[in-house]
């Protein structure tokens, strides 16, 4: 029992450090902490629920267009009147909130939606694994991959000097808009696309995507006293989430 209440944990804390990556990217190259992040995954929640049965994967390309015009529209508002760290997250939370709102308004016929989709169990080595768990642990193997690839190639000493000094990039001729836009794009979609992918397993509502907000930022404000820049910083995220998810899941 003790064997699988920690693998249950474990799994915990890949979601969340995979939810987190995107929340510590924006906090280190954009400069702001995106409270429209759990927003972004109650939104892809609700792709799901009405594209995934008819269309299945071809509900993922209206997935990307949708986070992706969301995503661009926050760079926008961030750039006309996100001045500081404090206005620029200011602004995210009211475009949170506002896709919330647009949800809730274009739903007014049911508050709590469920997505019912047979989940796969697999068992390996005695313990059984839901196919979501399956699926959300490779996720991150493969994008701490390209991470690990991104900041030994030619832009990672780029990535690394905006995430450590914004000003004195820029003085050096790093272009930092193109990064930091890529930075709120990227999560913006990663964001939607767990969203999505946790339709099948929870309740689909408007504030669904608060309470792991909140328990990422918890993590994110554990990791950042490592003070660390480039990949090292998400190995460690990763560390974090899965100690926060086993040492929370057994209070």
Same mark, same amino acid.
């Not at 986070?67 to 500081?84: C, E, H, P, Q, T």
């Not at 450590?164 to 050096?172: G, K, M, P, R, S």
């Not at 339709?199 to 950042?224: K, N, Y």
């Given at each position: 029992?003790?064997?699988?209440?920690?693998?249950?944990?474990?799994?915990?804390?890949?979601?969340?450090?995979?939810?987190?990556i995107g929340l510590i990217s924006n906090f280190?190259?954009?400069?702001?902490?995106?409270?429209?992040?759990?927003?972004?995954?109650?939104?892809?929640?609700?792709?799901?629920?009405?594209?995934?049965?008819?269309?299945?994967?071809?509900?993922?390309?209206? %997935?990307?267009?949708?986070?992706?015009?969301?995503?661009?529209?926050?760079?926008?508002?961030?750039?006309?009147?996100?001045?500081?760290? %404090?206005? +620029?997250?200011?602004? +995210?939370?009211?475009?949170?909130?506002?896709?919330?709102?647009?949800?809730?308004?274009?739903?007014?016929?049911?508050?709590?939606?469920?997505?019912?989709?047979?989940?796969?169990?697999?068992?390996?080595?005695?313990?059984?694994?839901?196919?979501?768990?399956?699926? $959300?642990?490779?996720?991150?193997?493969?994008?701490?991959?390209?991470?690990?690839?991104?900041?030994?190639?030619?832009?990672?000493?780029?990535?690394?000097?905006?995430?450590?000094?914004?000003?004195?990039?820029?003085?050096?001729g790093v272009n930092i808009n193109v990064y930091?836009? +890529?930075?709120?794009?990227?999560?913006?979609?990663?964001?939607?696309? %767990?969203?999505? %992918?946790?339709?099948?397993? $929870?309740?689909?509502?408007?504030?669904?995507?608060?309470?792991?907000?909140?328990?990422?930022?918890i993590v994110l404000a554990i990791a950042s $006293?490592?003070?660390?820049?480039?990949?090292? $910083?998400?190995?460690?995220?990763?560390?974090?989430?899965?100690?926060?998810?086993?040492?929370?899941?057994?209070?």
């Amino acid at each position: 029992m003790e064997i699988n209440y920690l693998i249950i944990n474990f799994f915990s804390g890949i979601f969340l450090a995979l939810f987190t990556i995107g929340l510590i990217s924006n906090f280190k190259i954009a400069k702001f902490l995106n409270l429209s992040y759990g927003s972004f995954f109650a939104l892809g929640a609700y792709v799901a629920y009405h594209f995934f049965l008819s269309l299945h994967l071809l509900s993922i390309l209206i %997935l990307l267009f949708i986070s992706s015009i969301f995503g661009i529209l926050l760079y926008v508002l961030l750039k006309k009147i996100g001045n500081d760290v %404090l206005s +620029s997250t200011i602004v +995210s939370l009211g475009l949170g909130i506002l896709i919330e709102e647009i949800l809730r308004l274009t739903h007014v016929t049911g508050y709590f939606l469920i997505l019912d989709v047979p989940i796969k169990v697999y068992e390996i080595a005695g313990v059984k694994m839901a196919q979501w768990e399956l699926v $959300q642990f490779f996720m991150l193997i493969t994008i701490l991959t390209i991470l690990y690839a991104l900041y030994k190639s030619k832009y990672g000493i780029k990535i690394k000097f905006v995430e450590e000094d914004v000003e004195l990039a820029t003085i050096y001729g790093v272009n930092i808009n193109v990064y930091q836009f +890529s930075s709120i794009l990227l999560a913006c979609i990663l964001s939607s696309v %767990l969203g999505f %992918l946790s339709s099948t397993t $929870q309740a689909i509502f408007p504030s669904m995507g608060w309470g792991v907000l909140v328990s990422g930022i918890i993590v994110l404000a554990i990791a950042s $006293q490592f003070r660390l820049v480039g990949f090292k $910083q998400y190995l460690v995220l990763t560390i974090v989430s899965i100690a926060y998810a086993e040492i929370i899941g057994w209070f």
